[in-house]
């Protein structure tokens, strides 16, 4: 039987038996996803959909957050990046980096939920990369392609006076402190998400590496001024998103 860490720890945590379960990973691997839906969901090989139930917070409140902490199978997407970069002639090293696509996302399962949005619907990201030494501030994200948010990240302007972001994206080694000095009297975003790993998650190439290696694990954190079954609705949202790298192509 095959099964992720993540998945094991939250089986051993809910007294779930991993036999019980179908995994809707690489060779029927059991993912978080599929523990968290157990018993809510009828289990689908490959991943969830835009309409699954919202998935519950794994974690109690922190801060003023709901946390989600959870896993997807990247390899529809390091399948598909090489005709991506070759379509776009965006090559960058035959590469987009991971989180241009994290980001655009998190975008989109943001914006299913309009009531903590401006008037003007815009909604700003702050990215934290290279272990939070490059910050890159990206305005207006939801109405940019994903190639104009890879030529964004490649090349990361100053990051404007007053900028508050929504969201703030960040990978494994970035900590709180380098987060809240960038931040406006300390305003906080709405949302958040960090990659997770041992290993610094810099891009998905073009071609692609071995299955085992395309796992995401992340946490996501949604303020806790959102009713939490809203959030909980953005949280399964956003998983199905990651799970399809073609929706997270188009602009609406």
Known sequence: MLISPLAARLCAARGISPATLRGSGPRG???????????????????????????????????????????????????????????CEKLLENRYSLFDYIIRAV??????CPSWQELSGKIDVMLFEHKGSQVTAIEDAGNKSIYR?????????????????????????????????????????????LARGSREKDGIRAGGDEKYKNTLAYTFYAASTLPEQEANRIAATLRALLYNPVRLLLLS
């Open 29 to 87: 691997r059991i993912m978080a996803a599929d523990v968290l839906s157990a018993g809510t969901a009828p289990q689908r090989r490959g991943g969830t959909t835009l309409a699954d139930a919202a998935i519950p917070p794994t974690r109690g409140q922190k801060d003023g957050y709901y946390i989600y902490d959870d896993e997807v199978d990247m390899s529809a997407l390091v399948a598909i990046s090489m005709p991506i970069a070759v379509q």
């Open 107 to 112: 975008v989109k399962a943001c914006a299913t």
């Open 149 to 193: 948010l890879a030529k964004e990240t490649a090349n990361p302007q100053p990051v404007p006076n007053n900028f508050a972001p929504h969201i703030v994206v960040c990978d494994a080694h970035t900590t709180r402190e380098q987060v809240a000095n960038h931040l406006i009297n300390g305003k906080r975003p709405g949302f958040a998400m």
